[in-house]
């Protein structure tokens, strides 16, 4: 039998200061391995410092194309939502690798070294932020992308509609590992999370460990602590960081990688 091997990845490090807190407990005190840097977030100062002082956590980039002031160019505005990127994107009002490579930039002259990129709100779904992200990859040497389509998981307690979204994503599954394969890009085997972001706690998370496929995963996650700095920001996860943290960190979570002899890993270990 193959080795099962698991990433345990939080977004949305920088995005506030009591998100970067929970994500840093969720690594001390519980099964977080990695976590992506958001390099327009409010807490970004705080994040790099944090990411200092752990070292033993691997940090990448959470790309970011909806949400938040660029970085590219000071005094914009990205995109509010996905229909409104796409708008801009269809009509080149900006285009994806100029956005970003100054996100990878400023994440490097911080002093951090990323060896994976994933994107916010998952953008890199359409064609051409997947392309740039590709690129990224390739120029800079950061080896592994998210391919952020879960696994079969059992539908009770999933909202049907991100069920709809999660089997339609298996559609373009096939292109978007093509451009990935061109550009010499990494993906883990599989990919869990998406379908249950804000919605698991730790009985349903020691679950999906017991049920981890052979090879390599990557379980995205969303911890962190509901102050009024994340309550009054532009993000529909509040309250539910604070039950995905209770999860990651739950002795029945850690019994759960035991007896499913299912190895924590990082990125880097990979």
Not at 3 to 14: S, T
Not at 92 to 110: S, W
Not at 170 to 192: E, K, M, P, Q, V
Request: hydrophobic share 40%; net charge neutral.
């Amino acid at each position: 039998m193959s080795e099962r091997r698991l990433v345990v990845n939080a977004d949305d490090f920088g995005f506030a200061h009591d998100v970067n807190r929970g994500i840093i407990e969720a690594h001390t005190s519980g099964i977080l391995t990695a976590t992506t840097l958001m390099a327009n977030g409010n807490a970004f100062a705080d994040a790099v410092r944090l990411a200092r002082d752990h070292p033993s956590l691997d940090v990448g980039c959470h790309l970011v194309l909806v949400q938040g002031p660029s970085v590219a160019r000071a005094g914009v505005e990205l995109p509010q939502s996905i229909p409104e990127l796409l708008a801009a994107l269809t009509t080149r009002r900006f285009l994806p690798y100029e956005e970003l490579k100054p996100q990878v930039d400023k994440i490097l002259q911080a002093g951090i070294r990323p060896l994976h990129l994933d994107t916010h709100k998952h953008t890199h779904l359409w064609p051409p932020v997947l392309e740039a992200v590709a690129r990224l990859s390739a120029d800079y040497k950061i080896p592994w992308v998210r391919r952020p389509f879960d696994f079969p998981l059992e539908a009770a307690g999933i909202p049907w509609p991100k069920i709809a979204f999660s089997n339609a994503l298996g559609a373009i599954r096939s292109r978007f590992h093509s451009t990935l394969n061109a550009y010499g890009c990494r993906t883990t085997d599989h990919f869990a999370g998406f379908r249950i972001t804000g919605s698991y706690r730790a009985a349903e998370l020691a679950s999906l460990i017991g049920n981890l496929p052979e090879g390599s995963t990557e379980f995205m996650c969303h911890p962190g602590h509901c102050s009024e700095e994340l309550r009054e920001s532009a993000t529909r996860l509040k309250e539910s960081r604070e039950v995905e943290l209770e999860a990651l960190v739950s002795p029945e979570v850690r019994r759960a990688l035991g007896s499913s002899r299912v190895k924590l890993v990082r990125f880097s270990e990979l």
